[in-house]
């Protein structure tokens, strides 16, 4: 550990923690009482050269950020912003188009910039950790976003409906496209599952990528997308069974990311114990 004097009233101290350290250091700073008059923040170091491979092998530590962090990073992205509905208003266009147009590769350019995965995985966490203000913020910002992602593909349709491109009150997505978003079936919930448990593992691992981000958005921004395209063509039983597939998914997803973030701790739990054993 280094501290460095910044001036007669205020020390920074700065010390190398081991990721998977980071909630004994925070308890013990907690017990101590060591920063109620100041601040703790965490700087993550992407590379660290090692002379002693051998040696780095027998110390390698776990993978996972500590649930210290994880809450704050939860925290830190549950808030409501202005560009998270920007990009769901053009995910949620995107989306449109290649629903009506037919063209699935539209799809994944939508769900591709859905940035859905900061606000689900935040749900999670503040379940687990009985942060009802969290959650609250969190669920409002994920049910905003999907709101402006099905009132733009409405608008949307609605325009091309009013200027004549497309006739009033006849729907124009393809019957496989139909099903995917309209009807829950056992497809449907192991997809949803299965992107939860993805989603949190890369939030856990500090891995999150673009290819988990889809896995999360093609059970979100599809069905919010058809939803819109559906009321404003009339199809209000279309509009109403894809809201439906829609709530499914998210609460598959919940529960999936609360289940994989539950086994993590305990499985970290379980390891801090047997090296507290051992040493």
Not at 43 to 69: C, F, S
Not at 117 to 139: E, K, M, Q, Y
Not at 196 to 222: K, Y
Request: charged letters at 15%; one cysteine or more; hydrophobic letters at 55%.
């Amino acid at each position: 550990m280094q501290a460095v004097v910044a001036d007669a009233e205020k020390d920074v101290v700065t010390a190398f923690v081991r990721r998977d350290a980071t909630d004994v250091v925070i308890g013990h700073l907690r017990t101590l009482r060591q920063w109620d008059a100041g601040e703790l923040s965490f700087i993550e170091v992407d590379l660290e050269v090692h002379r002693d491979l051998k040696q780095l092998d027998e110390d390698e530590e776990d993978d996972t950020i500590g649930w210290e962090m994880i809450l704050n990073l939860a925290h830190a992205e549950s808030p409501l912003i202005w560009w998270y509905l920007m990009f769901m208003a053009v995910a949620g266009l995107i989306a449109a188009v290649g629903l009506i147009q037919k063209l699935p590769v539209l799809l994944v350019g939508a769900m591709s910039l859905s940035p859905d995965l900061a606000p689900t995985n935040s749900i999670a966490v503040a379940l687990t950790a009985g942060a009802f203000h969290d959650f609250r913020r969190s669920l409002r910002t994920l049910a905003l976003g999907l709101g402006v992602a099905t009132a733009v593909a409405f608008l949307f349709t609605l325009i091309l409906e009013l200027s004549g491109v497309i006739e009033s009150g006849t729907f124009y997505v393809s019957d496989h496209l139909v099903t995917f978003v309209t009807v829950v079936n056992g497809s449907t919930v192991i997809v949803a599952l299965a992107a939860g448990v993805a989603a949190m593992v890369a939030f856990v691992t500090g891995q999150a990528r673009g290819a988990v981000g889809v896995a999360i958005w093609v059970t979100t921004v599809p069905a919010s997308a058809y939803a819109g395209i559906a009321l404003a063509d009339r199809s209000l039983g279309l509009g109403v069974a894809a809201i439906g597939v829609l709530l499914v998914n998210v609460v598959c997803l919940t529960l999936a990311q609360i289940l994989t973030l539950a086994i993590v701790r305990a499985w970290r739990a379980r390891k801090r114990q047997q090296q507290s054993v051992s040493g």
